[in-house]
């Protein structure tokens, strides 16, 4: 985040997405209206945990006390804490959901053309973030909404429904509490959740033996239907020249 906090250090030249600036409102997971700051909950949530397919890992592994300390600190760098110190709370409220709310959500995803950045099938791959991203050359990317643990505000059903009410600043993504009922977002929400799925990963690969003369020879063969999938995240290669900062993978 660089010593002035404006998310210039000198290992963010090798990150995607790159760190935050703090001395600018670009603080993405809040539970505030867009265009505010976040809370100190919202603050200290995100330092506790992280945020997933960034650079920015979780810090429970120093006392509760330091992260507090830690927060006050980052608040120093931008001055609109001080003017807006209460801001406005996007309150939660679960809602259950169920088949119709779903059915919902997902007309309302083509009515409000989030496709056009999400993608039709929701992979994060619509023609507005192509767009923004190569043609461009804006950082800005889509979520793959079928991949939960990517989600950057959390995967829940009530984190889902609170980024959809709140966006996220300076980015693309805007709020949609004044373009949405309270109950649409909640059938928006509940889609989306339909849509994603978690990583089926694990620390150890599991063999199975197959007593069989003829063992699978191709990735269609029906062998294959009788395991259990798993994903196995990639990570670019940077330990030895030439170092890969910015994989495809």
Request: aromatic share 10%; charged share 25%; with cysteine.
């Amino acid at each position: 985040h660089g010593i002035e906090g404006r998310g210039d250090g000198p290992a963010s030249k090798t990150m995607f997405p790159k760190p935050r600036n703090f001395t600018r409102n670009e603080y993405k997971v809040r539970s505030t209206t867009f265009g505010s700051v976040p809370t100190d909950e919202d603050l200290f949530r995100i330092i506790t945990s992280g945020i997933e397919g960034t650079a920015m890992p979780f810090w429970y592994t120093i006392s509760e006390t330091e992260r507090w300390h830690v927060l006050y600190y980052v608040k120093t760098f931008n001055d609109q804490f001080k003017k807006d110190a209460s801001p406005k709370v996007v309150s939660v409220v679960p809602v259950v959901s169920t088949p119709e709310s779903i059915q919902r959500g997902e007309a309302l995803f083509k009515e409000f053309k989030c496709f056009e950045c999400h993608g039709e099938d929701a992979k994060g791959n619509g023609p507005l973030t192509v767009a923004l991203h190569t043609e461009w050359g804006m950082p800005y990317r889509a979520r793959d909404l079928t991949k939960a643990w990517n989600f950057k505000g959390g995967n829940t059903a009530e984190d889902i429904y609170r980024t959809i009410s709140t966006g996220f600043n300076e980015t693309p993504m805007g709020s949609y509490l004044e373009k949405m009922s309270d109950e649409d977002r909640w059938h928006v929400a509940h889609y989306v959740k339909s849509l994603a799925k978690d990583m089926m990963s694990d620390v150890v690969v599991k063999v199975k033996l197959v007593e069989s003369e003829e063992l699978p020879s191709t990735p269609s063969d029906e062998a294959w239907n009788t395991v259990a999938p798993m994903e196995l995240p990639l990570a670019g290669q940077i330990l030895v020249s030439p170092r890969q900062w910015t994989p495809s993978i």
